[in-house]
């Protein structure tokens, strides 16, 4: 009734200002407007179920353009049956729907300030229409107003926060600001952990390891292929695909019937949703997809929202220049939409999850990027960063409210894929850019690299790889050096045969920390002061790898053994005291090499749940992850591998299946 009572007053109030701020209206007598209240809701009552079957039909994109204008067609069909023709002629009616639209969208937002109760009823109603077509397919009765009952068999739904330090995790949920994680904490039923991402930390590498088990097929968030001669960008998804294949060997974390929601790869999932290795948007079999756009409550009021997002970014952006922050960058161009565009897909997120988790699915993994997009640009821990990190601590007291609506008990675990770290960009500390420095040093060759940060730069056309010589390679302050005109990886002889003054220039620049190339004794480290090898760990002069932590030297060994890495990598100079590092794109918060909290991820999971102890690296939490499926009984046990001298028996081998050599995802 609350429902019932809510729209006719949101109804009635959306009509009198639509009418009001219409011209040509003769009156609004509020006679007539209850009538046309009355109307709107029949209209709706017939057609929106009809619309939401055509939305279903048509998927993808289809589903989003006819969502927006199904809002509009209920308004216009209310008003032109209105029998007191307060408005006439077609482009008139058009009109006042679109503003009815728009007005409804800010009024309910209004209404719901500090609130998601709007969303949840409305995911709710969704859950409860797909286990009741469940039950009618199981051969339940065609039509029962019961409510399904909360189902018993559990199961696992992994959501990743994009870009969360663990560092910024636990100071946001001691300040109070993250109720539903401080609540899980503060009663004991969840207990939060650090792991350490390792080098590269970005959300492919990371992801290739939590899904795949495969870090070392990426070397960065972009890399250059001798072989093809090729520019890869892991979030674009011609590359992403291609990217998944190397990784896939069919045991990835989500095999066993999974779904894959907003990721990078696939996790070898049964069903993958808005997952960029499989490009494309869900499709007819996605109800919630559909149910987001049909919605008033969903794709419309996002879209308004998203506008009204925009002004406040441009307000806060305002802000920063007036109190002259720093460090900060220009946050206008793509920027803009990038955040309208991230609540919008949390919002259809959370909806495909709420769908899934009504259909029953063993396990989920979904990846929310909001905080990530807007820390690069705002920096990790300001204000504007922060209220986004406390949206999603929203969405996670959403899951949990949607809960008793699903087909199993799900177990909620939270993780990030990597943090960020803060500080002026390369450019604005030293006036050049890396490119420009390495072309400095190259003598009569020249360099050049993309001027597009790594993670707009696969939301654009393919660039052609520039025929240069030298090509420099960036993700965050790491960076990559490649020596095109030779087709296998260089060593530091043959480099410094080629471009004497380069190795010894960047490791002097002072906004250049590292320099690892590869020698006869293994991988060597320049610094400015100082070299360390890091096989052995023998240090001459100052120990370059000290500004990094204990972990540098392992994570710069392990990172030499992944594949397509450059010829030279450079990871830019830390600050000891702030520990703010110079990403070499023009981003205020950055990731992807070391320094900062970028390397400090975070996992809080049932605290009765067995843990292993360290966590180094996405490998290490994707063996965790597998645990845990199988203790739920969501994954069949890894068959024991044989001892030596153990026979080899062939009672469980397939008949008629050819032998054939698995693919490797180490190269």
């Known amino acids: 009734m609350r429902a019932v009572l809510r729209s006719a007053l949101t109804t009635f109030v959306v009509l009198t200002l639509t009418l009001w701020l219409m011209p040509g209206v003769a009156s609004t007598d509020i006679v007539d407007i209850l009538g046309l209240v009355l109307l709107v809701a029949v209209v709706g009552a017939v057609l929106r179920p009809l619309l939401l079957v055509g939305i279903t039909a048509l998927g993808g994109w289809g589903a989003m353009l006819f969502g927006v204008v199904a809002q509009v067609v209920v308004m216009v069909v209310a008003l032109e049956l209105d029998p007191a023709e307060q408005i006439s002629g077609l482009p008139t ?11 409804a969208a800010l009024l309910d937002w209004m209404a719901d300030a500090g609130s998601d109760d709007t969303f949840v009823r409305e995911a709710r109603r969704l859950m409860r229409g ?5 039950a009618r397919r199981a051969g339940g009765p065609l039509l029962s107003f019961r409510r399904p009952i909360p189902g018993t068999e559990p199961g696992l739904l992994m959501i990743q926060l994009d870009g969360v330090a663990e560092p910024v995790l636990r100071w946001a949920i001691r300040a109070g600001n993250l109720p ?14 650090p792991w350490h991402t390792g080098l590269p930390s970005t959300t492919p590498a990371s992801q290739a390891g939590i899904l795949h088990c495969a870090t070392r097929q990426i070397p960065a968030f972009r890399w250059y292929e001798k072989e093809t001669g090729k520019l890869m960008v892991s979030n674009r998804p011609r590359d992403a695909a291609i990217i998944e294949t190397r990784l896939s060997d069919g045991q990835g974390l989500l095999r066993d019937g999974g779904v894959s929601i907003g990721n990078a790869f696939s996790g070898d999932a049964e069903t993958s949703l808005l997952t960029i290795s499989h490009a494309a948007l869900p499709g007819r079999s996605a109800r919630g997809w559909a149910a987001f756009m049909a919605s008033p409550y969903g794709f419309t009021r996002a879209l308004v929202l998203g506008v009204a997002d925009i002004f406040t970014e441009l307000h806060q952006a305002r802000l920063q220049r007036r109190r002259n922050l ?19 897909l949390r919002d259809v997120n959370v909806s495909l999850v709420a769908e899934q988790m009504a259909r029953g699915v063993p396990a989920i993994y979904c990846d929310l990027v909001d905080y990530d997009e807007v820390a690069h640009h705002a920096g990790p821990a300001r204000p504007e960063s922060m209220r986004q990190l406390e949206s999603l601590d929203r969405m996670l007291g959403v899951l949990e409210r949607l809960a008793p609506e699903a087909a199993r008990r799900y177990h909620l675990v939270v993780l990030s894929d990597h943090g960020q770290s803060q500080g002026a960009t390369f450019r604005q500390r030293h006036g050049e850019t890396l490119d420009e420095v390495v072309d400095r040093l190259a003598g009569a060759d020249s360099a050049a690299g993309s001027r597009m940060p790594a993670e707009e730069e696969g939301k654009k056309e393919p660039e052609i790889t520039p025929s240069t010589p030298l090509l420099v390679v960036s993700s965050g302050n790491l960076s990559m050096v490649y020596l095109t005109r030779f087709p296998h990886r260089l060593n530091r002889a043959a480099i410094e045969h080629a471009y004497p003054h380069l190795i010894p220039g960047l490791a002097a620049h002072p906004g250049i920390g590292l320099v690892v190339v590869q020698d006869d004794e293994g991988p060597i480290v320049y610094g400015s002061g100082g070299t360390q090898r890091l096989r052995d760990g023998a240090v001459t002069g100052i120990d370059p790898l000290l500004p990094y932590g204990p972990r540098a030297c392992h994570d710069l060994l392990r990172h030499q053994s992944a594949a397509h890495v450059g010829d030279l990598v450079l990871i830019s100079s830390v600050d000891p005291v702030t520990h703010e590092v110079s990403a070499f794109e023009e981003l205020v918060g950055s990731h992807g090499g070391l320094g900062g909290w970028q390397t400090d ?14 966590l180094d690296g996405p490998d290490a939490v994707h063996r965790q992850l597998v645990d845990w499926l199988t203790m739920l009984g969501l994954r069949q046990p890894e068959p024991a591998s044989l001892g030596a001298g153990d026979p080899i028996r062939a009672e469980g081998l397939e008949p008629g299946r050819s032998a054939r050599l698995s693919s490797s995802r180490d190269g």
């Open 326 to 344: 720093q460090p900060r960058v220009s946050r206008s161009g793509a920027f803009l939409a990038l955040r309208p565009a991230s609540m919008l």
């Open 93 to 103: 009616l058009v009109a006042a729907a679109i503003l009815a639209v728009v007005v």
């Open 130 to 134: 797909v286990r009741r077509r469940g």
């Open 601 to 614: 991820a975070v996992l809080v999971h049932p605290s009765a749940w067995p843990a292993i102890g360290d």
């Open 180 to 193: 539903t994680l401080g609540h899980w904490l503060r009663t004991g039923s969840h207990t939060l952990r």
